[in-house]
């Protein structure tokens, strides 16, 4: 055994130990991540806006300029794309939150039922309103 090989297995050991205590902080801190309740409400009622179809209720919680960038028509291309994966139902994993230009950015994976893509959800929210919705 070389002179100095057991201190090369302890330090080997200890960043071992380190990157694995490191691994179970990180990931226990991610699955306790959740998304203020109001907000999560707010985006299961968007999407149900969607399989309803029900425009007045995807905007409802939208600013000014959110309610008058979701046309009838692009309502309508939306919500024919997702209602029927909706409808067929989705689990939905919160992300995590961003701070950007001034709103709170909300992210989530959507899965759905179908069995299809999984879909990247994030929600832009500033003063209490909704400023923006994207599905990726």
Not at 61 to 72: L, N, S, W
Not at 88 to 113: C, D, I, N, P, S
């Amino acid at each position: 055994m070389k002179p100095n090989a057991h201190l090369a297995s302890a330090s080997a050991f200890h960043r071992l130990a380190c990157c694995v205590v490191l691994f179970l902080a990180v990931t226990t801190q991610a699955a306790w991540a959740q998304a203020p309740a109001d907000i999560e409400a707010t985006v299961k009622r968007m999407l149900a806006a969607t399989e309803t179809r029900s425009r007045d209720a995807f905007v409802a919680q939208g600013d000014a300029v959110f309610q008058a960038d979701i046309t009838p028509a692009k309502f309508n291309e939306l919500s024919a794309r997702f209602a029927p994966r909706v409808k067929q139902g989705y689990t939905m994993t919160f992300a995590t939150q961003l701070r950007q230009e001034g709103y709170a950015v909300y992210a989530w994976k959507l899965e759905f039922k179908d069995g299809g893509d999984d879909v990247l959800l994030t929600l832009a929210v500033k003063g209490g309103k909704v400023g923006g919705l994207t599905l990726q």
